[in-house]
T-cell receptor, first 114, second 117 residues
């Protein structure tokens, strides 16, 4: 079974600084997808970024980027120029290709301080 | 208007009661999901449905049942609620690409906070 581990339960960063959230996963699959979701205090789950395992290029979305290391089974999220609105729980998730059972990590609570 | 809606947003009930949580979507997606979120555990899949005629168990289906009344509606039922079913419940939808290498993303509703006393 696939497992997703987020080893940092809580993190904080100063506004305008850069922070990196860690995620590792365990799978024997070769084709899969990885996601980062954000859950602000409103509790809505919002997609931040998506990575397809067959693509070597790391995904980026504005201030958000990932460092995808397939051999190491690592998928970290980097947030640049942190903003107060980035304060949220961040979940890493894994999904096998052509499969619907998405597995989530336990989450990292990020606080951006003014 | 929200693409994925859930009702109710909050519910408090007693042990042994039957509870139904409802999900509706206007995204036109075929696939719908029910997840449960507990502190420290992330989200776990309860059931998912590929279309009206297809229902599949997820990681933690015991104690739950679902009904896909239409493409746009997917309900989750707790036949006899128990306190350890107290959690935040999310509905999600996706529209599988079907071919090619791209998997479509799952889009989540706002969640229902359920408390079982």
């Amino acid at each position: 079974a696939q497992t997703v581990t987020q080893s940092q339960p809580e993190m904080s960063v100063q506004e305008a600084e850069t922070v990196t959230l860690s995620c590792t996963y365990d799978t024997s699959e070769n084709n899969y997808y990885l996601f980062w979701y954000k859950q602000p205090p409103s509790r809505q789950m919002i997609l931040v970024i998506r990575q397809e395992a067959y693509k070597q290029q790391n995904a980026t979305e504005n201030r958000f980027s990932v460092n995808f290391q397939k051999a190491a089974k690592s998928f970290s999220l980097k947030i640049s120029d942190s903003q107060l609105g980035d304060t949220a729980m961040y979940f890493c998730a894994f999904m096998k290709k052509r499969w619907d059972d998405m597995r989530f990590g336990a989450g990292t609570r990020l606080t951006v301080k003014p | 208007d929200a693409d994925v809606t859930q009702t109710p947003r909050n519910r408090i009930t007693k042990t042994g009661k039957r509870i139904m949580l409802e999900c509706s979507q206007t995204k036109g997606h075929d696939r719908m999901y029910w997840y449960r979120q507990d502190p420290g555990l992330g989200l776990r899949l309860i059931y998912y449905s590929f279309d009206v005629k297809d229902i599949n168990k997820g990681e933690i289906s015991d104690g739950y049942s679902v009904s896909r009344q239409a493409q746009a509606k997917f309900s989750l039922s707790l036949e006899s609620a128990i306190p350890n079913q107290t959690a935040l419940y999310f509905c999600a939808t996706s529209d599988w690409a079907g071919t090619g290498e791209v998997a479509d993303t799952q889009y989540f509703g706002p969640g229902t906070r359920l408390t079982v006393l």
